[in-house]
């Protein structure tokens, strides 16, 4: 401000009243110095160096060090904290000169030119292009960037950049021709008039001539687009799944197949799928009918281009030499094909799959609920389609033979190749003999018999738990009347018996 007011009354005349003593209300008089210490070490100022009392000369130059920012509400923040995250992009374009190339003179180079605001740097970045043969990417990377000679003292700040300006950044001028919305309505609140986009870009010759060559290597051809995405999007992922029946018994050898009907939203195509059970006797073929919509009539296969989308009416000059052609708009000669809906399926429908009359016999949850949805349908009663399961044939085990034990007998008519009986070794530990514990379960029986010998006869069973067995011991007794000890010899040892008595005697529990 003190400058400013100088510089006012040197512009006045130099008649009495008119000027004013400077000095006046001035305290401080002593001349600065020309060295400084930063951070230990003697800096020169040179031209940063003030007047006398520390005031700016009148040929000194100001130089700013970073963007003056308008103050916002609430107290003062530094820059770093105040704008931390906030950059603006400017679109820009600069002119390459290209030497002894016949496509191209120059080439047109655009890019993004960001501006952070926490610290003034730049940075500019191209945007990548197809088959463009130089290197692209990051340009600059981010930095302060120093104006050019003789302002080289200085760097870039945010009034040099608007929609229109050029700017010189290390010898290539970039000329700015629009800026994102964030940046416009910064500059805007900043007080800056922004003008509107520059449309008029100059075109890259090269580019340009690629694309002709692109256009010539693929023309143009008469077809007619049908947009299925929406219905992919809407619909993608999603099946409806019939289980199916073909009864083929009418042809010879034929038997009934169960199938799988897969029908998918996404494009309207059915796939069927065949349930191969284990040991059928047939290949596990992977598809009974590949994916592809079916058909409700099948009259003949069409030979490949007999039937088109479009039909070309006249043909006038060669194609080549830029010939024309008329399309038949009405499409007269077009063959209309009905194939098969998710309408057209339900429960108990038969559907012709290529000459195969296919019955649809269940649905799934899916399916029930689609179709609940979308048509208001319930879900009919399933129907059974299923073959009674073949009677199960007892094996017979041949009687016991009396050659090693009955367990190991049985284990030869149970496998081919034999295996030794496996005893339950958990059991075992659990139900052993333990001290006093013998885990042995023992009854008294006798025959049941009315012969007088036999009916006297006591027997001990005694069933182990630890493994299952069964011994069978008789029972020693004393005589009275003769004063002797009587024991019979036979008796059954310890071993596993089934429910049948091999003897075929009665036992009865005392």
Same mark, same amino acid.
């Given at each position: 401000?003190?400058?400013?007011?100088?510089?006012?009354?040197?512009?006045?005349?130099?008649?009495?009243?008119?000027?004013?003593?400077?000095?006046?209300?001035?305290?401080?008089?002593?001349?600065?110095?020309?060295?400084?210490?930063?951070?230990?070490?003697?800096?020169?100022?040179?031209?940063?160096?003030?007047?006398?009392?520390?005031?700016?000369?009148?040929?000194?130059?100001?130089?700013?060090?970073?963007?003056?920012?308008?103050?916002?509400?609430?107290?003062?923040?530094?820059?770093?904290?105040?704008?931390?995250?906030?950059?603006?992009?400017?679109?820009?374009?600069?002119?390459?000169?290209?030497?002894?190339?016949?496509?191209?003179?120059?080439?047109?180079?655009?890019?993004?030119?960001?501006?952070?605001?926490?610290?003034?740097?730049?940075?500019?970045?191209?945007?990548?292009?197809?088959?463009?043969?130089?290197?692209?990417?990051?340009?600059?990377?981010?930095?302060?960037?120093?104006?050019?000679?003789?302002?080289?003292?200085?760097?870039?700040?945010?009034?040099?950049?608007?929609?229109?300006?050029?700017?010189?950044?290390?010898?290539?001028?970039?000329?700015?021709?629009?800026?994102?919305?964030?940046?416009?309505?910064?500059?805007?609140?900043?007080?800056?008039?922004?003008?509107?986009?520059?449309?008029?870009?100059?075109?890259?010759?090269?580019?340009?001539?690629?694309?002709?060559?692109?256009?010539?290597?693929?023309?143009?051809?008469?077809?007619?687009?049908?947009?299925?995405?929406?219905?992919?999007?809407?619909?993608?992922?999603?099946?409806?799944?019939?289980?199916?029946?073909?009864?083929?018994?009418?042809?010879?050898?034929?038997?009934?197949?169960?199938?799988?009907?897969?029908?998918?939203?996404?494009?309207?195509?059915?796939?069927?799928?065949?349930?191969?059970?284990?040991?059928?006797?047939?290949?596990?073929?992977?598809?009974?009918?590949?994916?592809?919509?079916?058909?409700?009539?099948?009259?003949?296969?069409?030979?490949?281009?007999?039937?088109?989308?479009?039909?070309?009416?006249?043909?006038?000059?060669?194609?080549?030499?830029?010939?024309?052609?008329?399309?038949?708009?009405?499409?007269?000669?077009?063959?209309?094909?009905?194939?098969?809906?998710?309408?057209?399926?339900?429960?108990?429908?038969?559907?012709?799959?290529?000459?195969?009359?296919?019955?649809?016999?269940?649905?799934?949850?899916?399916?029930?609920?689609?179709?609940?949805?979308?048509?208001?349908?319930?879900?009919?009663?399933?129907?059974?389609?299923?073959?009674?399961?073949?009677?199960?044939?007892? *094996?017979?085990?041949? +009687?016991?033979?009396? %050659?090693? &034990? #009955?367990?190991?007998? @049985?284990?030869?008519?149970? =496998?081919?190749?034999?295996?030794?009986?496996?005893?339950?070794?958990?059991?075992?530990?659990?139900?052993?003999?333990?001290?006093?514990?013998?885990?042995?379960?023992?009854?008294?029986?006798?025959?049941?018999?009315?012969?007088?010998?036999?009916?006297?006869?006591?027997?001990?069973?005694?069933?182990?738990?630890?493994?299952?067995?069964?011994?069978?011991?008789?029972?020693?007794?004393?005589?009275?009347?003769?004063?002797? *000890?009587?024991?019979? +010899?036979?008796?059954? %040892?310890? &071993? #596993?018996?089934?429910? @049948?008595?091999?003897?075929? =005697?009665?036992?009865?529990?005392?």
């Amino acid at each position: 401000n003190e400058y400013k007011s100088y510089l006012s009354i040197m512009s006045l005349p130099l008649l009495p009243g008119n000027s004013v003593n400077p000095n006046l209300g001035v305290e401080k008089f002593h001349l600065p110095q020309s060295f400084v210490f930063r951070n230990g070490l003697p800096v020169y100022l040179g031209e940063e160096k003030c007047g006398v009392g520390g005031t700016f000369r009148p040929d000194q130059k100001i130089v700013k060090r970073s963007t003056v920012k308008p103050n916002g509400q609430g107290p003062p923040a530094p820059s770093w904290l105040a704008y931390d995250k906030q950059v603006l992009r400017f679109f820009a374009y600069f002119q390459e000169t290209v030497h002894e190339r016949r496509e191209e003179k120059y080439r047109i180079r655009r890019v993004s030119i960001f501006y952070y605001l926490e610290d003034d740097s730049i940075q500019v970045n191209e945007s990548q292009q197809m088959n463009s043969g130089i290197p692209q990417g990051t340009i600059i990377r981010r930095h302060t960037i120093p104006k050019p000679p003789p302002h080289d003292d200085e760097c870039y700040d945010v009034e040099a950049f608007n929609v229109g300006n050029t700017i010189d950044l290390y010898g290539r001028a970039f000329y700015i021709t629009d800026c994102d919305a964030f940046t416009r309505n910064w500059l805007t609140k900043s007080g800056v008039k922004v003008p509107p986009p520059i449309e008029s870009e100059p075109s890259d010759p090269y580019f340009t001539y690629r694309q002709k060559e692109i256009d010539c290597m693929q023309p143009l051809r008469p077809y007619e687009r049908f947009d299925t995405l929406k219905q992919f999007l809407d619909h993608d992922r999603q099946v409806l799944r019939f289980y199916c029946l073909w009864d083929n018994t009418n042809e010879m050898f034929g038997d009934p197949r169960e199938l799988i009907l897969h029908y998918f939203l996404a494009d309207d195509t059915i796939e069927i799928r065949e349930v191969i059970r284990a040991n059928s006797g047939r290949d596990a073929a992977p598809k009974f009918l590949g994916r592809s919509k079916l058909p409700k009539t099948v009259e003949k296969l069409n030979k490949p281009g007999e039937i088109t989308q479009r039909t070309v009416l006249n043909v006038f000059g060669s194609m080549a030499n830029d010939g024309r052609y008329i399309l038949d708009a009405l499409k007269t000669g077009a063959v209309h094909k009905d194939f098969y809906t998710d309408a057209d399926l339900q429960i108990g429908a038969k559907i012709n799959v290529w000459g195969r009359e296919v019955t649809l016999c269940d649905m799934d949850e899916f399916t029930a609920h689609h179709y609940k949805t979308k048509f208001n349908l319930d879900r009919a009663k399933a129907i059974d389609y299923h073959a009674p399961p073949p009677a199960k044939k007892e *094996f017979d085990i041949p +009687p016991y033979n009396g %050659w090693g &034990s #009955e367990e190991d007998s @049985r284990a030869n008519c149970l =496998r081919l190749i034999a295996v030794p009986p496996k005893r339950d070794f958990n059991k075992f530990m659990k139900k052993d003999r333990q001290g006093l514990e013998s885990h042995i379960l023992r009854y008294l029986a006798r025959l049941d018999t009315f012969k007088p010998i036999d009916m006297e006869r006591n027997f001990i069973i005694s069933f182990f738990m630890s493994d299952d067995t069964v011994s069978v011991r008789f029972y020693l007794y004393i005589s009275l009347s003769l004063n002797l *000890f009587f024991t019979f +010899p036979n008796k059954l %040892w310890r &071993s #596993e018996h089934s429910c @049948r008595c091999l003897n075929r =005697r009665s036992v009865t529990l005392a």
